[in-house]
């Protein structure tokens, strides 16, 4: 290392640093110009209204906002919901994961923000070796002071694209805690209105087994008397036993969909957050939610938070290939050093002995068996994969939304035939079971028409879980859980990227 003296002239070296910067601030970049593809969905959702008289009725006005502007403690009214959805945001695993995965992809950000500035350490170093003369002497040099080690100048962005890269993928792993917020709302939700839905059919049950024991012993004390046949005790053998089945189903599955809240939440269900529905009342009882209105697919760039995670993770490719084609141009980095210089550790830092070191490298690639080549091929690969992805997401949710769409078209007129179906259920029993009382019509007749009854009631209840959880699930797909930040704050957080940038 050649050490030269700075007494005569030492404003040289911040002469130099200021022109190193000026020829980094000039450097181009090899990212290819971001176009952003084509949506490959269609310009309308179907509909399934057509095919439903009066479905229309069910479509929410034009004011209405739209879902990803409804916070989702507006579009639940359900307290008991309330604070489940605000206990599993607090506590749940998925939703922490998916915040340190946003703080790691942030610390990767910076270290390759970093890479831009130069890297300036505070050393003393030493050497001590023969003279070249043949005389036997040893030559001793020793520095000490500030230290700048292989610090690359970004003329073709190489470094640019990689801090380029980071940023996306920095931002992609931010979309996705918002995607992750979105499902676990939804999740929670759909839960919540599953167990409801089981207690209610427990409770359906319940009675119905009730009324079959009640039955069941009538029919043994007829049988025992001889006056109905064995066939008839059988058949209501047969009914108790099915009732008692569907009693069985009906606890585990509560305690099935217990559990599950039990895991979105991250906490036992007690206290506050117990779940139980009031006596007489069922899911017809729950708390409606805000309609929202569809809108149009290309909202879904826009609003979607798992939409907007794909495109930045395209963002990150394409800015991938750039660092791949810059790796094949020159690179020049620079090793520089600034302080004392002495050839006798004793006198290192006396004064008069001020010296600097300065040596650039240049490094063009001539022969690396296809290596870069091989980088660059890997890096479109990449992109065009991340485009495919980010089609497909387009995709999935506009089937997604769509499918909600139908649900919400076609599940309320199910509902009300279905109900209208319990409704007639229940009159044909109450005639079939008078009939028989006087004794018109046969004890099989009652059995049918109770069978009949039972089913019907546990249909309704299924077919309006199906129609609230869609709903949730229209609300979800349409990016609702999650709202941007005030515009104030959202200006403040451009204005911090762009400086980042």
């Not at 009725?57 to 579009?75: H, K």
């Not at 910076?110 to 505070?122: L, S, V």
């Not at 209105?193 to 029919?219: C, G, P, V, Y």
């Not at 006198?347 to 870069?372: E, H």
Request: glycine share 6%; charged share 20%; with cysteine.
């Amino acid at each position: 290392m050649k050490v030269r003296s700075m007494s005569k002239s030492p404003s040289r070296f911040p002469q130099l640093l200021a022109l190193g910067a000026a020829a980094l601030l000039a450097g181009c970049s090899m990212i290819p110009k971001y176009e952003r593809p084509a949506a490959p969905v269609a310009d309308q959702y179907p509909t399934a209204s057509g095919w439903i008289a009066g479905s229309a009725r069910t479509q929410p006005s034009a004011n209405t906002p739209a879902a990803a502007d409804i916070e989702w403690q507006t579009f639940f009214s359900d307290p008991q919901l309330r604070k489940l959805i605000d206990a599993a945001l607090r506590n749940n695993r998925d939703l922490r994961i998916a915040v340190l995965n946003i703080e790691q992809a942030r610390a990767q950000y910076r270290i390759r923000r970093a890479d831009q500035f130069p890297t300036i350490n505070a050393g003393i170093t030493g050497s001590r070796q023969p003279n070249a003369n043949g005389n036997g002497s040893i030559t001793s040099a020793y520095t000490g002071g500030l230290i700048m080690t292989s610090y690359e100048l970004d003329f073709f962005g190489r470094v640019a694209a990689l801090k380029e890269s980071a940023l996306a993928q920095y931002l992609a792993t931010e979309e996705g805690r918002k995607t992750t917020q979105i499902s676990l709302i939804a999740a929670v939700a759909n839960t919540y209105l599953s167990l409801l839905a089981d207690e209610e059919l427990l409770a359906i049950t319940q009675q119905t087994l009730a009324t079959r024991e009640e039955s069941f012993k009538l029919s043994k004390l007829r049988f025992d008397n001889g006056v109905s046949s064995e066939l008839d005790f059988r058949q209501a053998e047969s009914l108790t036993e099915a009732a008692r089945v569907s009693l069985a189903q009906q606890v585990r599955q509560r305690a099935l969909d217990q559990n599950a809240l039990t895991l979105l939440i991250g906490q036992p269900l007690a206290g506050e957050l117990a779940v139980a529905l009031p006596a007489g009342k069922g899911l017809a009882d729950a708390p409606m939610m805000v309609d929202v209105p569809a809108g149009l697919p290309s909202d879904l760039l826009t609003r979607r938070p798992d939409v907007r995670q794909a495109e930045q993770q395209l963002l990150s490719a394409n800015a991938d290939i750039g660092a791949a084609r810059a790796a094949f141009f020159p690179r020049i980095s620079l090793t520089a050093s600034a302080g004392s210089a002495s050839s006798h550790l004793s006198g290192l830092f006396k004064s008069g002995s001020y010296g600097w070191t300065m040596a650039p490298q240049l490094i063009l690639p001539l022969f690396d068996a296809g290596r870069n080549s091989a980088g660059l091929d890997s890096a479109n690969a990449g992109r065009d994969i991340a485009v495919a992805q980010y089609e497909k997401s387009i995709q999935t949710a506009f089937r997604e939304v769509a499918d909600a769409l139908a649900g919400r078209a076609t599940l309320g007129e199910q509902l009300r035939a279905q109900q209208a179906q319990a409704n007639a259920e229940a009159t044909r029993f109450k005639l079939a079971d008078l009939r028989y009382q006087n004794g018109v019509a046969s004890y099989l007749d009652q059995l049918d028409a109770q069978r009949a009854l039972f089913t019907a009631r546990q249909a309704v209840v299924q077919t309006r879980l199906a129609q609230l959880q869609s709903q949730v699930t229209l609300y979800k797909t349409l990016g609702g859980g999650w709202k941007e930040p005030p515009p104030e704050e959202a200006l403040s957080l451009k204005a911090d990227t762009q400086l980042s940038r």
